[in-house]
């Protein structure tokens, strides 16, 4: 068993002298692990640092064992990103929340394809990529069941005056309606429905909670797992962004 495509590299572990299992993204095998000889060594751990674009190179006698990963480094993004303590944080929540919530050997073509670009142009600043990245795990919340419908009131079906979206649900609701229930409901900003729309450090803020409510509960709640703890850091980072300086887009 043998193939090579371009990944993302969500994680890297050491194991035993100078080893390491990785684990990657592809767009045709999904989230994906294999030993990488070496992985952890001063000449190749820089490869494997999560966020990293490589071109991956897999094989194994059998489908199911752990096989052999190589590869090369096409776009360091970690290394890029060093210098931005915020592009950091969404760089190791998106890895986190791709290596924590998708199944393994699983394709999720959209969720690859979505996260590829949000990487390829970090290093422009994490502002311009934060709306993207917060659309990205919309996607991977629709990829793997879990779809939220932003696009009409859950109670009459109109498609304006959308505020709000029902925790329970996942569905859209209208001003009024959301009004008597306070803050029981979670804040829609309109970036979320019209990707291009301005937004803003408040903007960002209450998406990351709305999004954050739904991976908790399903895709890792599902799973008895908790959010992981570089989701969670970079929602508490663009919180303080928010608090600072909550009209500034």
């Not at 592809?26 to 071109?55: F, I, M």
């Not at 990205?136 to 696009?151: C, F, H, K, M, S």
């Not at 309109?190 to 937004?199: D, E, I, T, V």
Request: proline share 8%; hydrophobic share 45%; charged share 20%.
């Amino acid at each position: 068993m043998e193939w090579t495509a371009p990944a993302i590299v969500l994680e890297s572990r050491p194991l035993g002298e100078g080893g390491a299992v990785v684990t990657v993204l592809t767009e045709e095998h999904g989230r994906h692990a294999g030993l990488v000889k070496g992985g952890a060594s001063r000449g190749q751990a820089a490869t494997w640092l999560p966020g990293n674009l490589v071109e991956a190179r897999w094989v194994a006698r059998l489908a199911e064992q752990l096989g052999l990963l190589s590869g090369d480094l096409v776009h360091p993004a970690a290394a890029l990103a060093m210098d931005d303590p915020l592009a950091l944080a969404l760089l190791s929540s998106a890895c986190a929340v791709a290596a924590e919530a998708l199944p393994e050997r699983e394709p999720h073509a959209a969720v690859f394809r979505g996260l590829l670009p949000i990487i390829a142009h970090l290093q422009r600043g994490a502002r311009e990529v934060i709306p993207d990245y917060i659309h990205w795990e919309v996607q991977l919340l629709a990829d793997l069941g879990y779809g939220l419908d932003l696009t009409r009131c859950a109670m009459t079906g109109d498609t304006a005056r959308l505020t709000h979206v029902s925790p329970k649900s996942g569905r859209a609701v209208r001003d009024d309606i959301a009004a008597p229930y306070g803050d029981r409901m979670l804040p829609l900003p309109p970036f979320m429905r019209k990707a291009s729309l301005p937004s803003g450090p408040k903007d960002w803020a209450d998406a990351l909670r709305l999004t954050g409510h739904f991976l908790a509960r399903d895709a890792f709640g599902a799973r008895h797992r908790p959010i992981p703890a570089a989701r969670q850091a970079l929602a508490d980072r663009v919180a303080l962004l928010a608090e600072a300086a909550p009209n500034q887009a």
